[in-house]
């Protein structure tokens, strides 16, 4: 889409197209790791925010917060963005933690063998 929304000439779009497809398969492979950290930290935000609204919208008779009136105040604001982006970026920490212990534990191992 963006070649023809340059004005690139239509001929070259296959090209292009192919030349994209392989970078993108060069770089999912480098990156292959990474792709997974971050896809799994949101997947984990994303069900950690769907489960507090639940939480709210389950127990409005108890607690006395109407959960459709503060999903409304707050999704026209950036505090929704930051509830979902807060603990993905915690998941990221947490994850990219454990690799050097993952390689310190087989690199003891290896010694020890």
Same mark, same amino acid.
């Given at each position: 889409?963006?070649?023809?929304?340059?004005?690139?000439?239509?001929?070259?779009?296959?090209?292009?197209?192919?030349?994209?497809?392989? #970078?993108?398969?060069? #770089?999912?492979?480098?990156l292959?790791?990474?792709?997974?950290?971050?896809?799994?930290? $949101?997947?984990?935000?994303?069900?950690l925010?769907?489960?507090?609204?639940?939480?709210?919208? &389950? $127990?409005?008779?108890?607690?006395?917060?109407?959960?459709?009136?503060?999903?409304?105040?707050? $999704?026209g604001?950036?505090?929704?963005?930051?509830?979902?982006?807060l603990?993905?970026?915690?998941?990221? #920490?947490?994850?990219?933690?454990?690799?050097?212990?993952?390689?310190?534990? &087989?690199?003891?191992?290896?010694?020890?063998?």
């Amino acid at each position: 889409m963006f070649w023809i929304e340059q004005g690139m000439p239509e001929k070259y779009i296959i090209a292009v197209f192919v030349a994209g497809l392989i #970078l993108g398969a060069v #770089l999912g492979y480098c990156l292959f790791r990474a792709a997974i950290i971050i896809i799994t930290s $949101s997947a984990g935000s994303y069900f950690l925010l769907a489960g507090i609204w639940a939480v709210l919208r &389950k $127990s409005t008779e108890h607690t006395g917060i109407n959960a459709e009136e503060l999903f409304n105040e707050i $999704s026209g604001s950036g505090v929704y963005i930051l509830m979902f982006v807060l603990p993905a970026l915690g998941g990221v #920490l947490m994850q990219m933690r454990e690799f050097p212990l993952r390689e310190k534990k &087989k690199d003891k191992k290896e010694e020890e063998d």
